[in-house]
Each structure stands twice: as C-alpha cells, then as structure tokens.
C-alpha cells in the first residue's frame, strides 16, 4: 500500500507520523506538498536539507484524478475530526 502524504504532516507532525508513515510499502508527496516545503526554507541549507529529504519521497504530479483523491481524503479527514470532536 502507497500513502500520499502531506506538506502538514511533513512540516509539522512527522515526529509523530513516522511510525505510522513507516507502515507504507511507498510514501508520496505531491508537487504541491513539494514546492510547499521547499518555499518554506529560510536559508540555502535549509532548502538542501529538505531537498535531500524529499528525494525520499515519489512525487506525484498534480492531475485531475490526484486532484479528485486528495478532495476525497480531505473531506474523510474532517468528516473524522468533526465526528470525533462532536
């Protein structure tokens, strides 16, 4: 099984998720998630730092069926949270 993983995840959660990540025959990013994280180095360093990270990741280009999937996942993930906080 493949995980598309998220630029919140990466940045904020990966601690955490990595167990949970580590779970996946192959992770993924988008090329959103991509640009995302390397928009956010503060210093050259930081942007060779997370580009030697991300080359861990398979890419996934942006297209209309990626783009429906991730609406999909969306939408489960706050119809969870919501459930979970009601």
């Known amino acids: 099984m493949n995980a598309l993983i998220d630029s919140?995840?990466?940045l904020d959660g990966y601690a955490s998720a990595a167990g949970e990540i580590a779970r996946y025959r192959?992770?993924?990013v988008s090329?959103?998630?991509?640009?995302e994280l390397l928009a956010g180095a503060r210093t050259q360093a930081d942007?060779?730092?997370r580009r030697r990270f991300l080359a861990h990741f398979?890419?996934?280009p942006l297209t209309p069926p990626v783009a429906e999937e991730a609406v999909t996942l969306l939408?489960?993930?706050?119809?969870?949270?919501n459930f979970?906080?009601?």
């Not at 090329?31 to 640009?35: E, H």
């Not at 939408?75 to 949270?81: D, E, F, G």
Request: aromatic share 8%; net charge negative.
């Open 26 to 28: 192959e992770c993924c």
């Open 84 to 86: 979970s906080s009601a």
């Open 8 to 10: 919140d995840v990466l």
């Open 31 to 35: 090329i959103i998630s991509w640009m």
């Open 58 to 60: 398979r890419v996934v």
């Open 47 to 49: 942007e060779d730092v």
């Open 75 to 81: 939408w489960r993930a706050t119809l969870a949270s």
